[in-house]
């Protein structure tokens, strides 16, 4: 790769022109579906966290984690709640929340 010369103006020329690589990657991976991280563990957590915080004491871990992959419209009833009900659509709000702000964490 020739080098140009000439300052700040000649590298910002140099980014515009799109002839110089911006890093060193040559790949990324996206794992979409848990084959490359199983975060089946953090998603109950993250769930059991929120159902808690909501006064759900029965909500373990335990009881959760097989009932991971289904979306809140069916996980919510096997628990016994409605999930369109204010206190349902609140706890999959809840939940989402803790995925986002540090709640997904395995165990």
Excluded: Y
């Excluded at 957590?45 to 929120?50: D, F, N, T, V, Y």
């Excluded at 159902?51 to 991971?68: C, N, V, W």
């Excluded at 996980?75 to 986002?100: F, M, Q, T, V």
């Amino acid at each position: 790769m020739a080098k140009l010369s000439g300052g700040p103006s000649a590298t910002v020329a140099r980014e515009r022109s799109g002839n110089e690589r911006r890093s060193g990657l040559r790949a990324v991976l996206l794992d979409v579906d848990g084959t490359l991280v199983d975060s089946n563990d953090a998603h109950a957590a993250a769930w059991e966290e929120a159902l808690r915080a909501e006064g759900h004491e029965e909500a373990t871990f335990e009881r959760i984690r097989p009932l991971i992959g289904m979306g809140s419209d069916q996980l919510l009833p096997r628990l016994g709640i409605d999930p369109k009900s204010p206190g349902g659509r609140a706890l999959a709000e809840e939940r989402e929340g803790c995925a986002r702000g540090g709640g997904l964490h395995p165990r």
